[in-house]
């Protein structure tokens, strides 16, 4: 038996306001850098018609109508993810950079960068204190002067 549509609709608000809180929790922390953070709204999939992660409405018998609703409005939320994101998406490949320096290609780096990346990647003490502490403190170790 299917469900009345404003259950199922009060459903999907709980679930998808969950989720939203949920992001948000994630996205107020102190000390994280904004790359960390690009890659929780990245990972925050809203595909339509996929309802597996709602989990109050997947108790429910919906009506392919109701189905069809939600995912437009899932889609709507997306490309507003999309559209607010875009600065982050047109610099994500300075985010690789950022988040991993060392595995980064010299010759892939913005020339003012090439020898800077170098010094970094073959000074071991500074590679083993970027995979031991987090990067907050890694890159608040980094000589001003030098980097």
Known sequence: MECDEWVCDFAFA???LQKLNELNT???RKGVFAHELYVEVKAFQLKEQNFVHFLLLKTRAV???LL?????HLMALKEEFIRRFADFKA???QFDLLSSPFAC????AAEELKVDLIDLQADNSLKMLFENKPLVVFYA???????
């Open 68 to 72: 069809d609703k939600y995912s437009f």
């Open 14 to 16: 709980v679930d998808i």
């Open 26 to 28: 994630k996205l107020q």
């Open 91 to 93: 610099i994500e490949g």
């Open 141 to 147: 170790s980094l000589h001003p002067e030098k980097f």
């Open 63 to 65: 009506a392919q109508a």
């Open 105 to 108: 290609d010299v010759e892939t």
